[in-house]
């Protein structure tokens, strides 16, 4: 089992160099990252974006953008479509996010021509070394799907597992994440999370341990699954929190990142190839952290 985010860089410099296409490079902390990664051995990059912005910022962090393709593209649709159509022709492992909205980002991947649709539901999958938790930490899904119904969050679940497989963490425990941790019909999530423990329980959703409803602390503290007298594999030792809307999600991601201080990297799964996808505002560390994991799912690829 991969515990921290310096064995996610050793075994990606292993399995790398990959290349990575970057929608609308023009980026301090992008830049950094992608400059970090190729230093590295982890990966290199094509820059798609504002050309006059990305020289720029280059001359401010000292990046000679001599050891890198740069394709000159304002438009942030247009950039982010061509940084998407480089991995799907083949001439790029997989695509990051740059200086741009998650929506046209994700709109690009899900491009009916050019895109990266498998058939499946994609979705995001954060990856959080947490103070004290003894354990990488997977939440998921903070970024790409609204309001999941129960077929969407058993797609999401399974989508997590790959990235679980991909931290060798044999037989993952899920905790499916809630207000409270009995079922109550007046709250939609609690009913899926005991649909999603049946499932697990009778075989349909398979690999890992599946426990629900859990209010967050009953998921990540065994002293809290305690008090509450909670005896499950999953409480207190998760491995993938499955949260109940983009909402839940993305307020735990960004709580763990700026409350917490947590290290982290992100990623949408289920695509043809891995998407690097963090927030903006996220620091350089959790944008190499990505792009290694990105590196990790691209080499489970080839
Ligand atoms: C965590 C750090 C980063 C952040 O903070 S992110 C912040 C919040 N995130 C966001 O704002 C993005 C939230 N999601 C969205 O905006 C949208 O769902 C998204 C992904 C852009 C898709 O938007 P639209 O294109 O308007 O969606 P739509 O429902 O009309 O569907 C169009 C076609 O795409 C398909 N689709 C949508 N979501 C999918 C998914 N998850 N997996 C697979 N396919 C998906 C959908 O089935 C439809 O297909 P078709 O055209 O009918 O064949």
Known sequence: MIKSFDEVLKIAKERGPKILSVACAQDEDVLLAVEN?????????????????????SKTINLDLSNY??????????????AVELVSSGKAHMVMKGLVDTSIILKAVLDKNIGLRTGNVLSHV??????????????????????????????????????????????????????????????????????LVKMNENGEIKNCIVGGPFALDNAVSV?????????????????????????AGNVLYKALNFLAKSKSAGII????????????????????????????????NN
């Open 69 to 82: 393709e740069v394709i000159d593209i304002v438009d942030l649709k247009e950039a982010s479509l061509k």
């Open 126 to 195: 954060a990856v959080f070394d947490v103070n004290d938790y003894p354990r990488l930490l997977l939440v998921t899904d903070a970024a790409m799907n609204i309001a999941p119904d129960l077929k969407g969050k058993k797609q999401i679940l399974e989508n997590s597992l790959i990235v679980a497989n991909a931290l060798d963490i044999e037989v993952p425990k899920v905790g499916v994440i809630c207000a409270k941790e009995k079922v109550n019909p007046k709250m939609p999530a609690t009913v899926d999370a005991g649909e």
């Open 269 to 300: 799964v289920g695509a043809k190839a891995p998407i690097v996808l963090t927030s903006r505002a996220d620091s350089e560390e959790a944008k190499l952290y990505s792009i290694a994991l990105g590196v990790l799912m691209a080499a489970l």
């Open 223 to 247: 002293e809290a699954a305690k008090i509450k007298g909670i005896d499950h594999p999953v409480a207190g030792k998760a491995d993938i929190l499955l949260c109940p809307t983009i909402e």
């Open 37 to 57: 990664a190729r230093k590295k051995g982890i990966a290199n990059a094509i820059l798609v974006g504002d050309k006059s912005k990305i020289e720029f910022i």
